[in-house]
């Protein structure tokens, strides 16, 4: 990570309300706009990077047509690297999940 990435982890107990948590942040920091884009994706216990490419694209208003998930990722971080700041929250991480090279920066992550 660099100076500009920030990195924030929430962690608990399945149904303790985590995402709903999570959820909450994305609605507030929506309204006082420090980010351009919130981008939310659910990772889950089987990551699918693929599906995970597709949701944040998807957030993003970009159609990926690539199969493979290097040229997805480069067509991605190209589009993401279009915005000044960027709220990524990943929900269902079970374990941790290597990031780098796929996306740019890793803002906040939930369990």
């Known amino acids: 990570m660099d100076d500009q990435t920030k990195l924030v ?10 995402t709903t948590l999570m959820m909450e942040i994305s609605k507030k920091l929506k309204e006082t706009m420090p980010f351009n884009k919130a981008v939310f994706a659910t990772v889950s216990q089987n990551p699918d990077l693929r599906g995970i490419q597709t949701q944040i694209a998807e957030s993003l208003g970009l159609k ?17 690297k279009q915005e000044k700041s960027i709220l990524l929250m990943l929900d269902d991480l079970w374990m ?13 992550t939930g369990s």
């Open 9 to 18: 982890g929430i962690y608990g107990m399945g149904g303790v309300g985590k």
């Open 64 to 80: 990926i047509e690539e199969q493979s998930i290097p040229a997805r990722a480069t067509k991605l971080l190209a589009r993401l």
């Open 96 to 108: 941790r999940l290597e990031l780098s090279g796929r996306f740019p920066r890793a803002i906040s």
